[in-house]
């Protein structure tokens, strides 16, 4: 399943990234809660969180189904 994030992960960095930010996956739990760590930009952009789970998590879930949540870790 990792490999399928991160492809799906290079499909969402492009929009990131040409705000500044970017994204890195970090673990990926056995109950399907994908973690990840936004960085540059996107790591203190006060719209991260609606980034997350409205862009990130929302692609993440029509792609693979098995993904449950996407959560940021620090």
């Keep these: ?4 994030v991160e492809a799906a992960l290079e499909k969402i960095r492009p929009t990131l990234q ?5 994204i890195e ?4 739990t056995e109950d399907g809660v ?3 760590k936004l960085k540059g930009a996107c790591g203190g952009c006060p719209m991260a969180t609606l980034t997350l789970k409205n862009g990130v998590e929302r692609v993440l ?5 098995e993904v449950k949540e996407v959560v940021e870790v620090k």
């Design 1 to 4: 399943m990792r490999e399928r």
């Design 25 to 28: 996956l970090v673990n990926i």
């Design 61 to 65: 879930k029509a792609e693979i189904p």
């Design 18 to 22: 040409a705000d500044g930010g970017d």
């Design 34 to 36: 994908v973690e990840v």
